[in-house]
């Protein structure tokens, strides 16, 4: 089931959306690290909080969107999905596995984001990185991508649209912003994946006021994916069992 899963992506294009999504976010703080040295004058710091700006708020999320309604643009036709139905005796295991391949590539994506802002810092000479810290800070990331992928995918599964869970994670993109900008609505990163991912992935930013990874932080962040993926996923399957009555 994997392996037929994984082949339908052999020759899609959400490999190009892994490789995009983080360029142009990298490309975009790496010019503003540029243009403003005198202002963004701690190095590392400066360069990854810029990188990691617009990419925590948005590219991040939306791009995880693209990639998961990309696993389930083949079954979107109600034949094809009729198909999957009847080839498999627990059809929920298919949304487990085009969540888990989603997962996956949500965690290539932001790897590459890595690769590429490592080489930036490179290139511009930016020194004192602490890769302790930054593979702290990747882990809470990771740990984000669960929970996003079953969410999308649960979009993907009730709206049969390629583009509409696309746009409804642009509009919960906001939450994001809402949870990285005030303590107020911080319990939202147990609701909404999106405001889960970009507080994760803001979390060591200078930007925001919320700290890079630390024991409690990532505890946080563990329990916040796990309680959506959870209600989530356990929401998916009781769909399942209905539809199957």
Sequence with gaps: MFHSEAL??????????CLIIPLLSVTLGA?????????LDSGWISLSSQA??????????VGSAIILSTIWRPDLNKSNWNGVLCC????????????LIGAALIILMHLIFLILTLATAWLLGVKDIDLGALAADSLVV?????PLA???SLLSFLLRSYSWPIGMCLVLCVAGFAVVSS?????LIYLLPQALAAYAIAAPSAAFAIGSASTHLISQCFGAALIQVIAYFGFTIALFKLRQR
Excluded: C, M, T
């Design 150 to 152: 079953v969410f999308q």
């Design 52 to 61: 990691g700006l617009f990419y925590a708020l948005i590219f991040f999320s």
């Design 142 to 146: 990771f740990i984000a991508a669960f």
């Design 183 to 187: 303590d107020s609505v911080g319990f």
């Design 88 to 99: 498999y005796q627990h059809p929920w295991l298919v949304f487990a596995i085009k969540a």
């Design 8 to 17: 339908k992506l052999k020759r899609s294009w959400v490999w190009i959306i």
């Design 31 to 39: 010019l503003n690290f540029a243009r403003n040295q005198e202002q």
